[in-house]
């Protein structure tokens, strides 16, 4: 019990290091909650900063993601150890406390915990991402529709009922961030990718 506790605090306080504001800081660029959208995520930053700028924060928002979940399966944990941490991470990316509780919308730590669970899914996840990207080259319904799609992937291809109930309150966290994106494309005002 000690050891799971450590995990998901570890994972929480990892997953609270927002790759965004971080990497905008030591780059001199503006802080990414002032400008755009004023969310701390990679979208946001590769509109005001550049694709470079904005790889590198999705790495980051990634590892946050992963690095607790390889942490947690070097320990042994079982399946429902393993889902509180990579809820942990993903609430840190969503409400850090390093950063008064204000973060980004989780796609890219989701991908991470995903990663950490099996690369098949997170492959799966990341392919439904591109093909929708690459269609309609939007960023927030290529998000919707892998994070609709990540609880269908996952009950096919891993067999534990707790890591599905985790993808699925993970899914749904990113569907209720992106509210505001989704009124925007029934709208038909969402910005395009490089638009």
């Not at 607790?68 to 609430?91: N, S, T, Y």
């Not at 950063?99 to 989780?106: C, S, V, W, Y």
């Not at 991908?111 to 099996?118: D, H, V």
Request: aromatic share 8%.
């Amino acid at each position: 019990m000690i050891i799971a506790t450590l995990l998901a605090v570890g994972a929480y306080l990892i997953g609270s290091l927002s790759a965004a504001i971080i990497t905008c800081k030591l780059m001199g660029l503006p802080d990414p909650r002032t400008q755009g959208s004023r969310n701390p995520g990679a979208t946001n930053v590769m509109r005001i900063a550049g694709k470079k700028t904005a790889a590198l924060v999705l790495l980051g928002d990634m590892l946050k993601g992963l690095i607790p979940l390889l942490a947690a399966r070097a320990f042994g944990v079982e399946d429902h150890i393993l889902a509180a941490v990579g809820l942990a991470a993903f609430l840190g990316h969503l409400y850090p406390i390093y950063f008064g509780f204000h973060g980004g919308k989780g796609v890219a730590t989701s991908l991470g915990i995903l990663l950490g669970l099996s690369w098949l899914l997170a492959a799966a996840v990341l392919a439904t991402w591109l093909f929708m990207a690459r269609v309609f080259r939007i960023s927030s319904l290529s998000a919707l529709t892998a994070a609709i799609a990540a609880p269908l992937y996952t009950w096919i291809l891993l067999d534990s009922p707790p890591l599905l109930v985790m993808v699925c309150v993970i899914s749904t966290m990113l569907l209720w961030r992106h509210r505001g994106n989704i009124q925007r494309l029934i709208n038909g005002a969402e910005d395009k990718i490089g638009g």
